[in-house]
């Protein structure tokens, strides 16, 4: 259910155990030194994400071509979709999220010119990997369904490898708690270094214990952006989406990349948690063509 976690990664084979230790400490190489998260800017009228969207839930049958004539933009989305679509369902995301596993070729183009033009360059700083299909997310305003805490975490305990790093892409304005919350680097290896890195001990502490919760929201802060604008942030990072009880629905689109020196120098064979354990592999999760191949 919403607030409650999937599996979180266990290695408990000690050799894997001390490489992951070890790729925890390194990160990756391809990114610049900083916070461990860095807000970039891409320009909307050549990436216009959330015009392929609107289209896309017109063609999906989610919203009425009359409406998506009214409808400024994403964040008043709620005013116009059936509210039985919008109630966060046992994985955490609704039948709109749902159904944007597939998208059109229209927006496929677009988004592999973003990676290629936008992302590699500025993010992974060379050639990368990046993931297939991207997350497209919808938090629709005064959200329903949502149970339990937030759920802090990083992707490396739903088995993201340690070099990734990850784009975050809001197609509206997001304030408060519209906005997803993040922890800085440093914050986060605290927080991490507290349970010796043992994930499922710190999303247990997460939903059962408020003072961890507690630390957890006051080490963090909501990414509050405007549509054009984007998070990359070191895949260690402390990150939580909000309960959305605010007047704006937040639309956005997430982007995994893996330089391609760092995917070159994996030394564990990374798998998601979910139940279709996903290899995090070029050719599986990440598209088989790299970044600027495409
Ligand atoms: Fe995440």
């Given amino acids: 259910m919403p607030g409650v976690f999937h599996s979180v990664v266990r290695w408990d084979d000690p050799k894997e155990a001390a490489i992951f230790r070890a790729e925890f400490a390194a990160g990756s190489r391809g990114r610049r030194p900083g916070p461990g998260v860095t807000i970039c800017r891409y320009d909307p009228a050549s990436y216009p994400l959330a ?10 049958g989610i919203l009425a071509a009359a409406d998506a004539a009214r409808l400024d933009d994403l964040t008043q989305l709620h005013r116009f979709v059936a509210p039985e679509l919008t109630v966060l369902g046992p994985a955490g995301a609704n039948e709109v999220a749902r159904s944007f596993f597939e998208t059109n070729p229209a927006f496929v183009e677009t988004y592999h010119r973003l990676v290629r033009d936008v992302l590699a360059p500025a993010v992974a700083q060379g050639d990368c990997l990046f993931q297939r299909t991207p997350t497209i997310r919808f ?11 937030p759920r802090y975490h990083n992707d490396l305990m739903l088995g993201h490898p340690p070099q990734c790093i990850n784009t975050w892409l809001p197609l509206c304005r997001t304030r408060g708690d519209s906005a997803m919350r993040i922890a800085s680097l440093e914050t986060s290896i605290e927080l991490l270094e507290s349970v010796d890195l043992d ?9 059962n214990d408020a003072a961890f919760r507690q630390r957890c929201h006051d080490s963090s802060a909501p990414v509050e952006l405007d549509y054009g604008q984007f998070v990359a942030f070191d895949s260690r990072c402390i990150h939580a989406p909000q309960h959305n009880v605010s007047d704006l629905t937040r639309v956005s689109l997430e982007c995994r990349l893996v330089p391609l020196e760092d995917y070159a120098a ?28 495409l």
């Fill in 266 to 293: 994996m030394r564990l064979s990374y798998r998601g948690t979910g139940q279709r354990r996903m290899p995090f592999t070029r050719g599986g999760y990440y598209h088989e063509s790299s970044a600027l191949s």
């Fill in 139 to 149: 938090h629709f305003a005064h959200e329903q369904g949502f149970i339990g805490q």
């Fill in 51 to 60: 015009a392929l969207i609107t289209e896309l839930l017109v063609e999906k």
């Fill in 199 to 207: 994930f499922g001990r710190f999303v247990h502490l997460v939903q």
